[in-house]
């Protein structure tokens, strides 16, 4: 049963640009959740979807957005690049229906922002 | 709000002592609790999780956590460190309200050495 997969895996944006990172999760699993990842901030969380529906957003700026498509995938949007949003995005997946389903990640997106 | 703290953002063991990582969380509620591990440039994986089904809950890779409740605590051991267990380590709870949104500690890397 294939992970949840992210491309692409590295990429380099200069300040200014937009970005497109990826999202397929696995099979059978509505659920997509997007986390950033630095060194000063750890581990923070971005937006879930489910059902191609926002359903949880965290305290991040306008500038990231997301979207997921009518066969789960999801993509994430980050316009108008800054230094400080370099970083490691990760993606999870999940199950629905209890609390306690294992939440699934990827291998991540590494983004530099030069 | 749901919250987890990690104790000691760097632990150093010898190959084959016990390894202690600790977490405590704060939650109203009864929590659902994870720890992951993160390899070197790679995502997170999952160690083990707690659903209220035990206190004590076994994992992959040898490790294994207790819930404590009296103590707020859901710390991760296991009895004899290989190096291979070199890592970082995350504590999670799953917030409250609906969704799949994980709360994450600071994390805590693990180095094992000879």
């Known amino acids: 049963k294939a992970g949840v997969t992210q491309t692409p895996r590295y990429l380099i944006k200069t300040r200014g640009q937009q970005v497109t990172l990826s999202c397929s999760p696995i099979?059978?699993?509505?659920?997509v959740s997007w986390y950033q990842q630095t060194p000063g901030q750890g581990l923070q969380f971005l937006f879930e979807?489910?059902?191609?529906?926002?359903?949880n957003k965290g305290n991040f700026p306008g500038r990231f957005s997301g979207r997921q498509f009518s066969n789960s995938r999801s993509e994430m949007n980050v316009s108008t690049l800054e230094l400080g949003d370099s970083a490691l995005y990760l993606c999870a997946s999940s199950l629905e229906g209890a609390p306690g389903n294992t939440i699934y990640f990827g291998e991540g997106s590494w983004l530099t922002v030069v | 709000a749901q919250s987890v703290t990690q104790l000691g953002s760097h632990v150093s063991v010898s190959e084959g002592a016990l390894v202690l990582l600790r977490c405590n969380y704060s939650s109203s509620v009864p929590p659902y609790l994870f720890w992951y591990v993160q390899y070197p440039n790679q995502g997170l994986q999952l160690l083990l999780k707690?659903?209220?089904?035990?206190?004590l809950v076994k994992g992959i890779n040898g490790f294994e956590a207790e819930f404590k409740k009296s103590e707020t605590s859901f710390h991760l051991t296991k009895p004899s460190a290989h190096m291979s267990d070199a890592a970082e380590y995350f504590c999670?709870?799953?917030?409250?309200?609906?969704?799949?949104?994980?709360?994450f500690g600071t994390g805590t890397q693990l180095k094992v050495e000879l």
């Open positions: 999670a709870v799953r917030t409250t309200g609906g969704g799949n949104k994980l709360t």
């Open positions: 979807y489910f059902s191609e529906t926002q359903r």
């Open positions: 707690y659903t209220s089904a035990a206190t």
């Open positions: 099979s059978g699993h509505r659920s």
